[in-house]
């Protein structure tokens, strides 16, 4: 593989690994240095002659390994106890996949659009007090939050408007 190959996938698979390893660690610092250290040592083999046959799986059992490790050690539990329990399921897979295709799509919403939800949706701000926060109307947050969902459902490839999106499962970032 080479080194543009590497960071096309990098890019593609960054966002879902991080999402997949924030599940289990829960702190999103050590979630990102977990996949920076597993796409570091994974390029290390490559370079080394070692390619796996699958990287998006080898990416993903290496990041369980590893976010395990990190909860092994934090909880000062036997890395068996925790290892039953988190076994690399395809379900773990398309959640990770979901939440990344979520956040980026937040990502790219307007700023002032993008606070609005945020502040509604993760901090469970009411609409009054993003308006106070903010120095907008109530009417302007409904707007904000209109075109968040509107946008997001575009994302979700979802044209039904009374559909709603599952917002509940966004870990605090």
């Known amino acids: 593989m080479n080194p543009r190959e590497f960071e096309k996938e990098y890019n593609r698979l960054l966002?879902?690994?991080?999402?997949?390893?924030?599940?289990?660690?829960?702190?999103?610092?050590?979630?990102?240095?977990?996949?920076?250290?597993?796409?570091?040592?994974?390029?290390?083999?490559?370079q080394e002659d070692y390619e796996p046959d699958?990287?998006?799986?080898?990416?993903?059992?290496?990041?369980?390994?590893?976010?395990?490790?990190?909860?092994?050690?934090?909880?000062?539990?036997?890395?068996?106890?925790?290892?039953?329990?988190?076994?690399?399921?395809?379900?773990?897979?398309?959640?990770?996949?979901?939440?990344?295709?979520l956040w980026q799509a937040v990502n790219e919403l307007p700023p002032k659009c993008r606070e609005v939800f945020l502040m509604c949706k993760r901090d469970n701000y009411s609409y009054k007090e993003i308006a106070?926060?903010?120095?907008?109307?109530?009417?302007?947050?409904?707007?904000?939050?209109?075109?968040?969902?509107?946008?997001?459902?575009k994302a979700y490839g979802i044209k039904d408007q009374s559909i709603t999106i599952p917002i509940f499962f966004l870990p605090l970032v």
Do not use: C
């Open 15 to 46: 966002l879902p690994l991080g999402m997949y390893a924030l599940r289990m660690v829960m702190n999103v610092s050590d979630a990102e240095d977990i996949v920076q250290n597993v796409f570091v040592n994974v390029w290390n083999h490559i």
């Open 54 to 101: 699958n990287l998006k799986s080898y990416l993903y059992r290496a990041v369980r390994n590893a976010a395990l490790k990190y909860v092994a050690k934090e909880s000062k539990e036997s890395l068996t106890d925790i290892n039953e329990a988190a076994e690399v399921t395809e379900e773990a897979v398309d959640t990770s996949e979901r939440d990344a295709r």
């Open 132 to 153: 106070e926060a903010l120095g907008i109307s109530i009417k302007t947050v409904e707007n904000h939050l209109t075109k968040a969902m509107k946008s997001l459902r």
